[in-house]
């Protein structure tokens, strides 16, 4: 719900919502129904069949996540149709024109309606793919990270250990990651937001509990 964001949104009053605990509650009701019919839980709010590709790739180390959420997708270009959608890229991100005038009257002049974008720097990637790893695997695999980005193991654990801290008592850490456990992966959000290097104004975004 961002009614400043999109002036339609309005019309539904906020206290007509449900409050984050009455939203809790009935994912956790969505979640046990889930599971009582056989479906398994993938990551932090998907479900799928057990014979489901996301479920075959959960198992098999190869769940990816993207901001539009759970994928076996291993493609490294998604592309965005329609006013104000996200591209990415290998470089960065590419938004097209949020409003729908500006995007049609560009496409109709055989223009792109790109308006803004950002691109990736070295530490933008480690941190992406380490949160990647926290929301598909609740854990933080060390070894991988001081493989392919330019991060000692100690700079990584100093990394690490402040998250640990900032959850004391809830989560693992060790020489081969940190780990969150079962019981903690309600806070799988807000364990990721502390890689986030940009940590945006929460109150621009739409809440998910």
Same mark, same amino acid.
């Not at 009614?3 to 309005?10: D, F, I, L, N, V």
């Not at 006013?83 to 409003?99: L, M, T, V």
């Not at 654990?157 to 990651?177: C, M, P, Q, V, Y």
């Given at each position: ?137 609740? @854990?933080?695999?060390?070894? !991988? #990270?001081? *493989?392919? =980005? /330019? ?5 990584? @654990?100093?990394?690490?250990? !402040? #998250?640990? *801290?900032? =959850? /004391? ?41």
């Amino acid at each position: 719900h961002v009614p400043w964001m999109a002036k339609r949104q309005q019309m539904i009053p906020s206290d007509a919502l449900p409050t984050p605990q009455e939203r809790l509650a009935l994912f956790d009701t969505a979640r046990r129904l889930f599971l009582w019919d056989g479906y398994d839980e993938i990551g932090i709010d998907h479900f799928a069949t057990k014979d489901d590709g996301l479920s075959i790739a959960q198992k098999t180390g190869r769940l990816r996540r993207n901001f539009q959420g759970y994928t076996d997708d291993t493609a490294d270009v998604l592309i965005g149709l329609g006013a104000s959608s996200i591209s990415r890229f290998p470089q960065g991100y590419a938004q097209n024109a949020p409003a729908t005038g500006a995007h049609t009257g560009a496409i109709r002049e055989g223009r792109f309606s790109t308006t803004r974008g950002h691109v990736f720097s070295p530490e933008d990637r480690m941190r992406g793919r380490m949160i990647e790893m926290l929301m598909c695997d609740f @854990h933080v695999d060390a070894e !991988e #990270i001081t *493989r392919d =980005f /330019a991060i000692t193991p100690a700079a990584l @654990h100093n990394l690490l250990s !402040e #998250i640990d *801290r900032a =959850f /004391a008592g809830h989560l693992k850490l060790d020489e081969t990651g940190l780990f969150i456990p079962p019981e903690a992966r309600p806070l799988t959000r807000m364990i990721a937001r502390q890689l986030d290097a940009y940590e945006v104004n929460a109150e621009g975004h739409s809440s998910a509990i």
